[in-house]
C-alpha cells in the first residue's frame, strides 16, 4: 500500500517565477492538506482540498494557489516565487478532513 | 504570542535513557493532539493520537495530555539511537469547527547517543 507521494524531490528556481508541486494521497484518502516548513520551524498549514474545493486556507497570499483532482490528487501552485518562499514543502492525506493525517517526504523547494 | 510552544531543544541523552518532551497552548479550542517523529529531510511520521485528557500508551511511547493545564508531553521509555529525529507536537480544533488544519510547535530535536 503506497503512501503519501510527492514529487519533484527537489526544486530550484528563482525569483519571480512559477511552480507547481504535486502529491499523491495514500489509498482510500480523499482529502489532501498543505503545509510549508521553513529551516528548524514546524509546519505551517497553507490550504486543505475536499471534494476538488478549497474548503480552508491559512495565512498565505494568494500568490499560493491549489488544485484537487477527481482521483484525489493534487497540485501546489505558488506564482511571481520569494526567496523566503525557500521552504519544504509538506502533503498530508486523510480520510475525511477531521481524521489522521499522513505526510508525504515532501519537496525541497530553493527559491534563488 | 504563538499559539502552540514547545521547547526547540537540541536534547541529547544517553542510550537507555527516558525522554521527556513537552508542548504548551494557549488555544482553549484545540480538542486533538498528535505528536510527530521527522528524520531529517523526511516527512514527519506520525507517533500518537489523541483525544481525552489522560495517558496513551503505544509501545515504548506515552502520550499524555492536561487539557486544563493546556499541556500535552511524550515519553519515550528506553531510548534508542534510532530515535534520534525531531518531535513536533501538533493539535486542532474540534470536529465543526477546523475541517483539519493543524498547528505544530516548533519541533525538539532528540540525539539519542550510544
Known amino acids: 500500500d503506497a503512501g503519501v507521494t510527492q514529487s519533484p524531490t527537489h526544486l530550484i528556481k528563482t525569483r519571480g517565477q512559477q511552480v507547481t508541486l504535486r502529491c499523491s494521497p495514500k489509498s482510500g484518502h480523499d482529502t489532501v492538506s498543505w503545509y510549508q516548513q521553513a529551516l528548524g520551524q514546524g509546519p505551517q498549514f497553507i490550504f486543505q482540498y475536499y471534494e476538488e474545493e478549497e474548503r480552508q486556507r491559512g495565512n498565505f497570499p494568494d500568490r499560493f494557489s491549489g488544485h484537487q483532482f477527481p482521483n484525489y490528487s493534487s497540485e501546489l501552485n505558488v506564482n511571481a516565487l520569494l526567496l523566503g518562499d525557500s521552504a519544504l514543502y509538506l502533503c498530508?492525506?486523510?480520510?475525511?478532513?477531521?481524521?489522521?493525517?499522513?505526510f508525504g517526504p515532501g519537496t525541497r523547494l530553493t527559491v534563488l | 504570542q504563538k499559539e502552540v510552544e514547545q521547547d526547540p531543544g537540541p536534547l541529547s541523552v544517553p542510550e537507555g535513557a527516558i525522554v521527556s518532551l513537552n508542548c504548551t497552548y494557549s488555544n482553549s479550542a484545540f480538542q486533538y493532539f498528535m505528536w510527530y517523529r521527522q528524520y531529517s529531510r523526511k516527512g514527519p511520521e506520525l507517533l500518537m493520537y489523541?483525544?481525552?485528557?489522560g495517558n496513551k500508551e503505544d509501545g515504548r511511547f506515552t502520550a499524555q495530555v492536561d487539557k486544563s493545564s493546556k499541556y500535552i508531553s511524550l515519553f519515550i521509555r528506553d531510548s534508542q539511537p534510532s530515535d534520534s529525529a525531531t518531535y513536533l507536537c501538533?493539535?486542532?480544533?474540534?470536529?465543526?469547527?477546523?475541517?483539519?488544519?493543524?498547528?505544530f510547535g516548533q519541533g525538539t530535536i532528540l540525539t539519542v547517543h550510544p
Open positions: 501538533a493539535m486542532r480544533r474540534g470536529i465543526t469547527s477546523s475541517y483539519g488544519k493543524l498547528t
Open positions: 489523541t483525544y481525552s485528557s
Open positions: 498530508a492525506s486523510s480520510l475525511g478532513g477531521n481524521n489522521e493525517q499522513f
